[in-house]
């Protein structure tokens, strides 16, 4: 990829130049590829929906920010002086960490604009004294093991209290999710990939499921196409989480056919994002694609937060016309019964 004088180019050629080496890298690396990049297509999904109806946010924070590309589609979307007090972010991997900050430096995003930490956000959030956040997107690891109820102080963690229960040892999935509500402002908005499990698994985290619905903090759930990420091939969700809903209903959309194939991975179209969003941001039903379910349809159902628990699957099998086939069906006994009077007379004359 030839840049030329650097002279010559706006910060962001060179922004986008190394964004597009780390897709390529992660598209290569596989499994360690997924864990520090989310695919251009996946974040710009993420972002729109978290900023739908808004055309500035105080400041954009991820949790598990990886190389900051999930921070940065936020920038791209709403413009640059939109977001006010920069980007904030977490990152357990020194490597990645600095993946981050190079990011950062390179889409010409001053020092003063970000705070990236190095640390684990389980354990050892940073940001605990800034302003909440009125923008979240994250894509947190799957299922990673952490302390939980090995470490007795978690549980009285303002973060993971108000829930009663802390998300799993083997599964901290839920505890990246009562982090991020912890750290969203009363008027943002956080939009998180999840893995499914989460949305239909009972003990703990049914417990906080429970506690999210009852407090009125699920807007949307969305189940993503297979195929989106580096090195899974796992059919992920989103969680789309607000503090300031207007009614006490969930919306479920059913988003798996919403993508094209490209190479080894499947890839949401622009086309594909803008019918997501608009049905998102519309809150209405669309038959076999989105559902509004009330808080007793989801109460009623233990909880449960699966898509296909609420949004039936449009039927594509051959349809049948049983008249047509019964007439047909008659047609071949009554040939049938012609053919066996020709043999039985033939036999006759045979034996004549």
């Known amino acids: 990829m030839n840049l030329g004088d650097v002279k010559d180019h706006s910060i962001d050629a060179f922004g986008d130049a190394y964004e597009y080496l780390m897709t390529m890298y992660a598209s290569n690396a596989g499994k360690s590829g997924g864990e ?32 900051g590309s999930l921070l940065l589609k936020a920038e791209k979307i709403l413009g640059k002086d939109a977001i006010r007090n920069g980007f904030y972010g977490q990152e357990i991997n020194i490597t990645t960490y600095n993946l981050c900050r190079i990011n950062m430096f ?10 990236i930490a190095c640390e684990d956000t389980l354990l050892s959030p940073q940001h605990w004294d800034d302003e909440p956040f009125e923008l979240i997107v994250s894509n947190p690891p799957y299922s990673i093991k952490w ?6 102080l978690l549980i009285n963690d303002p973060r993971f ?24 402002a009363s008027n943002g908005t ?14 703990a985290e049914q417990k906080i499921r429970k506690y999210l619905v009852d407090n009125n903090y699920i807007d949307c759930i969305i189940q993503l196409p297979s195929n989106l990420f580096f090195g899974t091939s796992i059919a992920t969700c989103i969680m789309v989480m607000k503090k300031n809903k207007a009614d006490n209903k969930t919306l479920f959309i059913d988003a798996t056919s ?6 080894n991975n499947n890839k949401l179209t622009p086309e594909n994002i ?15 694609f989105a559902y509004l379910a009330s808080y007793e349809e989801v109460s009623g159902n233990d909880y449960n937060l699966s898509v296909s628990t609420y949004v039936e699957a449009e039927d594509t099998r051959e349809k049948i016309d049983i008249v047509k086939l019964n007439a047909e069906i ?7 019964q012609v053919l066996r009077d020709e043999i039985d007379k033939i036999i006759n004359e045979i034996e004549g």
């Open 106 to 115: 390179l889409h010409d995003v001053g020092f003063d604009k970000f705070d």
């Open 258 to 263: 919403e993508c094209v194939k490209v190479t």
């Open 36 to 67: 520090f990049f989310t695919p251009a297509d996946v974040s710009e999904l993420l972002t729109r929906l978290g900023t739908v109806g808004k055309t500035e946010i105080n400041k954009v924070y991820d949790p598990a920010c990886g190389s």
């Open 161 to 184: 209290a108000p829930a009663g229960v802390l998300a799993p040892k083997s599964k901290a999935d839920m505890a990246f999710i009562m982090h991020s509500l912890s750290w969203l």
């Open 190 to 203: 956080a939009a998180i990939v999840c893995f499914p499990g989460i949305m239909y698994r009972g003990g």
């Open 330 to 336: 008659k047609e071949i006994v009554a040939r049938e």
């Open 147 to 152: 302390a939980g109820d090995e470490n007795p």
């Open 274 to 288: 803008d019918r997501i969003v608009d049905v998102f941001d519309k809150r209405e039903e669309v038959e076999h």
